[in-house]
């Protein structure tokens, strides 16, 4: 199984700003993404990160609000940007292994927007 | 599209209870099927799944067997400890497509 390192753990930051979170996996994968986990919900998808291009958007989330980079194989952030209380939830980088079709995830990271 | 069902939460039980958390899906072919826990504070941890009918998916004493003629994946576990205490989600993936997760269940067990 694959390692994902993911921080901040956890940030408390005042609306208007912007925070970046860093994801890092210790092998290549082909497909990352990103989730969000508002307060006692289930994972909602953002994104799927693409290395070297452009990130793919679901629904309801835009590149302006959620810039995503994935500069290499093994790393990527999301940026969430001009950040207002809604935005507090737990964001989460996951990889899925091709051969297997498991999804992992970093242990989240915990955005309190005040 | 595709849809993950789950019980309602929350679930409390006392410590050696039986557990069963109901989930059912809807997806055209052949989807395989997960049970992902989240424990407090972590990010998930996949815990079993299963890729085609009839299949059981185990581990850590829990079970669940992909039901095609009910489009179902109950979580069981036979007696459960403090330690299980978390939210349990089901997921469905289908070939390339997204992962799409149920509404989660949280768990308590009370010793």
């Known amino acids: 199984s694959a390692v994902i390192s993911q921080k901040p753990s956890r940030d408390i930051c005042q609306r208007g700003t912007s925070l970046t979170i860093q994801c890092q996996v210790d092998?290549?994968?082909?497909?990352m993404f990103w989730y969000r986990q508002q307060p006692g919900q289930s994972l909602t998808l953002i994104a799927t990160?693409?290395?070297?291009?452009?990130?793919?958007?679901e629904s309801g989330f835009v590149i302006d609000k959620f810039p995503i980079s994935r500069p290499n194989l093994t790393f990527s952030t999301l940026t969430v940007s001009n950040m207002s209380p809604e935005d507090s939830s737990i964001y989460l980088c996951s990889l899925r292994a091709q051969a297997t079709n498991e999804a992992f995830f970093g242990q989240g990271t915990r955005l309190t927007v005040v | 599209g595709n849809s993950v069902t789950q019980m309602e939460g929350p679930v409390t039980l006392s410590e050696e209870a039986f557990l069963t958390i109901n989930c059912t899906y809807t997806?055209?072919?052949?989807?395989?099927l997960f049970w992902y826990v989240q424990y407090p504070g972590e990010g998930l941890q996949l815990l079993l799944k299963?890729?085609?009918?009839?299949d059981k998916g185990s581990n850590k004493g829990f079970e669940a067997t992909y039901r095609k003629e009910t489009t179902s994946f109950h979580l069981e576990k036979g007696s459960v400890q403090v330690s299980d205490s978390a939210v349990y989600f089901c997921?469905?993936?289908?070939?390339?497509?997204?992962?799409?997760f149920g509404q989660g269940t949280r768990l308590t067990i009370n010793p």
């Open positions: 990160a693409n290395q070297g291009s452009e990130a793919t958007y």
């Open positions: 299963a890729t085609k009918a009839d």
């Open positions: 997921a469905l993936l289908q070939g390339a497509q997204k992962l799409v």
């Open positions: 997806a055209t072919g052949y989807p395989s």
């Open positions: 092998s290549q994968v082909t497909m």
